[in-house]
């Protein structure tokens, strides 16, 4: 399967946002518990990861994306699909919940961000 392929079939989840087909994102938002990072895709370098990490590094800095199913969002980022990044809170990670009603979630899904500043 191609990645354009993948991409367009990608799972949707409620913890990453992709771009309509008409349009490609010229940045990447990371939204984090405790604040908000924006990425240009022009300071994209390279991404790797497998279906529990994702690491994506950027001229400036390294994000570093744990949870389950990311196979999905590994696809979308190589074709630059995505352009939202949330991390969601603490209790919707613990119980596997998500939305205002606290449904069950049981597809792919993002349980921590990290952003490291390379030195």
Known sequence: MSVLNATESAIESPDWQLSTKESTPVSLVVQQRAGVHIFPWMRFVWAEGNNNTVKLAFASHMVTVNGQGLAALLAAVAA?????LIE??????QFGVRGSRANKYTGPSIESITVELFK
Do not use: L
């Open 80 to 84: 630059h699909g995505v352009f939202r």
């Open 88 to 93: 969601p809170s603490e209790r919707e990670a």
